[in-house]
């Protein structure tokens, strides 16, 4: 392309893309056919629906209670109203289009605090969460009429109209305070929220049939295309451009999206996103991204950048690219990733730590990281086909992600410990879930990911359906159409009944868990037998008739898992899993301090189901401990001790927790 100095066009990067305009699938992610890729999402006729469990009961959770609070809080923290301002600021002739070039940013002033002088309110970023909850909405139209959330969406939609710019542009910070555009993008979040605008436009007309958040996106992309496309005029400090960009190329065709998002994955490693005061490890832009061996820097940022590295690698047939990208998530995965799916050791930049530098206590664990790492693993998934991506999103979407969320939706956490002390104190978290954040980025973003979570079940691959995540649903694919019956993950059993297939369908592949030591599967009336997963799948190729019936069994007995030695601050621990759940211990359900306690690892765990206050249905697991009070000198003496789903943890008041037991 030209564009950067410092990067020689890559062979593959030479080679014509055929494009193949309109999506293909109705979910957040729909790669064109031409594009590089061992699975791909459903059509958009198969339509999988959540029908029952946990699942679907946290979709519905996301669309009764979430979603509401989203809408009044979008109005009571004064993102609509910085809507407002931009328009009335256009009409008064403040904004014309290119900003106030005079303006001057007092140095007083935080990195993302708006400029005095006008009644803009919050972050300048409020934007994205005006965006984020316009996704939600869009997907979760897509299950039917909510004609609460369809006349927010409508409402939003014409403010949103009237707000942009004649050229296409559209930020109501830079709007309504003046400051001249583009003129500090290493903290403006501009491209953060034009990303955002985007991929919520995507969800209006993939899930909800409305082209009309699609045209102000569609018009804001081609400003963007005539403003940076062949220049170096910076980047944005943080990352998801990209990603929405090769999306939009996805859903409309137009090359220069992709061409652009490109540009911006090769430029980033050369300090065009400016001074961010934080290094510019922290931006991603200290080293081009092929040459990128681990994650560094801000996580969310990070992982956001790995979804469009992935997009513009197998838009582009760019597999160096994608090599660096899976290279980077592998060792993410072994050195820089919490038991719980989690990301971030740090505080001061809520970033990666060094590789094994995973303490419990501190662990950062954005809900935003953990959201970005789903969106990254799913995208390597599509590429590669490999079962480990899959492995990995259960294990995110039950523990680091799901945590983040109390049991009646109505609150959330933003920093994920493994570890909360019971006299916890910590500046940027009162570890308690808040309803709402002046940096309000999480709770928009868990909602539009519970939102689009039936996309996320299924893939096809050639004649074969393949269904790596398990609860109640109705899919369709390569063909079959199936009902998925089952109580996971309370329950590791799961029936599949056959609804419909053409001679033509054969294929079903079912994802056996990595954790699942003993499988068993069941045809019609045929002896159960022990599965042997192909590289993490079973696979059944065979003439299918209405009314089939599968019975998987998965191995969800509880089990010890312990630390690999490196990660000093957990060494001599263990910590109980059971099926893809990850377990707690909560002050709330022992006899004895938390911080007494000690476990015997591989000691016979007993499993039992009951409902608690606060938190309902779950399953506790027990196991003999040993009490050893701080005292000095003291032996200790034998008690019991009981784990809850980490999941469910914080929904009975304040109190310690752990997930890392010390042993005894
Ligand atoms: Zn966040």
């Not at 499988?519 to 009314?547: C, D, F």
Request: glycine share 10%; hydrophobic share 35%; aromatic share 8%.
């Amino acid at each position: 392309m030209g564009v950067c100095p410092l990067h020689t066009p890559t062979e593959s990067e030479a080679t014509p893309v055929t494009t193949s305009p309109g999506a293909t699938s109705s979910g957040p992610v729909a790669p064109t056919s031409s594009a590089l890729g061992a699975q791909r999402p459903l059509t958009r006729t198969s339509r999988p629906r959540l029908t029952a469990g946990l699942l679907h009961d946290w979709q519905r959770r996301n669309a009764s209670a979430s979603m509401p609070l989203a809408l009044r809080q979008l109005e009571a923290a004064g993102n609509l109203d910085n809507v407002r301002l931009a328009i009335r600021a256009g009409a008064a002739g403040t904004a014309d289009g290119d900003g106030h070039a005079s303006v001057d940013r007092p140095r007083q002033l935080g990195p993302v605090d708006p400029l005095p002088g006008t009644d803009y309110r919050g972050p300048v970023f409020m934007d994205s969460d005006v965006y984020k909850t316009l996704e939600a909405i869009g997907w979760e139209l897509g299950h039917g009429p909510e004609p609460d959330l369809a006349g927010f969406a409508a409402s939003t939609i014409d403010l949103l109209a009237h707000a942009q710019q004649q050229d296409g542009y559209l930020n109501s910070y830079v709007q309504a305070s003046g400051e001249p555009r583009y003129s500090r993008l290493a903290w403006s979040h501009e491209h953060y929220c034009d990303g955002h605008l985007i991929q919520a436009a995507i969800a209006s007309h993939r899930g909800a049939g409305d082209s009309r958040l699609l045209d102000i996106a569609t018009r804001l992309a081609d400003h963007l295309v005539r403003e940076f496309a062949g220049k170096e005029m910076g980047l944005d400090g943080h990352p998801i451009i990209e990603t929405a960009l090769v999306e939009l190329y996805r859903e409309t065709g137009t090359e220069a999206y992709l061409n652009l998002a490109r540009q911006f994955v090769d430029q980033r490693g050369h300090g065009l996103a400016g001074d961010s005061g934080m290094g510019r490890r922290y931006l991603q832009d200290h080293m081009p991204v092929r040459e990128l061996a681990t994650e560094t820097g801000h996580a969310v940022r990070a992982l956001y950048l790995e979804a469009g590295v992935t997009d513009v690698a197998t838009e582009t047939h760019d597999r160096e690219l994608l090599d660096s990208s899976i290279g980077r998530w592998d060792d993410m995965l072994a050195a820089k990733t919490y038991l719980t799916g989690g990301n971030g050791s740090r505080h001061v930049d809520e970033g990666f730590g060094d590789r094994f530098e995973l303490p419990p206590d501190r662990a950062y664990n954005e809900t935003c990281a953990a959201i970005a790492s789903f969106h990254w693993s799913w995208r390597l998934l599509l590429a590669t086909g490999d079962a480990k991506y899959a492995d990995h999103m259960e294990r995110v979407l039950y523990n680091g992600f799901a945590a983040a969320i109390a049991t009646e939706g109505d609150r959330f956490f933003y920093v994920n410990p493994l570890q909360r002390r019971e006299d916890h104190f910590e500046k940027d978290d009162p570890g308690r879930r808040r309803a709402w954040f002046s940096c309000a980025c999480c709770p928009p973003n868990i909602m539009r990911l519970l939102a689009s979570l039936d996309k996320y079940l299924a893939t096809r691959a050639h004649d074969t359906l393949y269904i790596h995540q398990y609860t109640g649903a109705r899919l369709s694919g390569a063909g079959l159409e199936l009902e998925m019956v089952t109580d996971y993950p309370w329950s590791g059993l799961l029936t599949f009944t056959v609804l419909s297939a053409p001679a033509s369908a054969r294929g079903l592949a079912l994802r056996i868990p990595s954790w699942s030591a003993a499988s068993t599967v069941t045809i019609n009336n045929s002896s159960e037998r022990v599965v042997a997963p192909h590289a993490g799948y079973l696979h059944l190729h065979q003439e299918w008739r209405p009314g089939d019936e599968i019975t998987l069994r998965l191995d969800i007995t509880p089990r010890w898992s312990y630390p690999d030695r490196r990660v000093d601050a957990v060494r001599g621990c263990a910590a109980i899993e059971r099926g893809p759940l990850v377990y707690c211990f909560e002050q709330a359900d022992q006899s004895v301090r938390l911080d007494e306690l000690a476990v015997t690892p591989g000691a016979e765990l007993t499993e039992r189901e009951v409902t608690l206050d606060g938190i309902g249905r779950t399953y506790r697991v027990s196991m003999p401990a040993r009490h050893v009070p701080s005292a000095p000198g003291s032996a200790g003496r034998e008690t019991t001790a009981v784990a809850i789903p980490y999941f469910q943890w914080d929904n009975r008041g304040p109190g310690a927790m752990r997930v890392w037991m010390p042993g005894s």
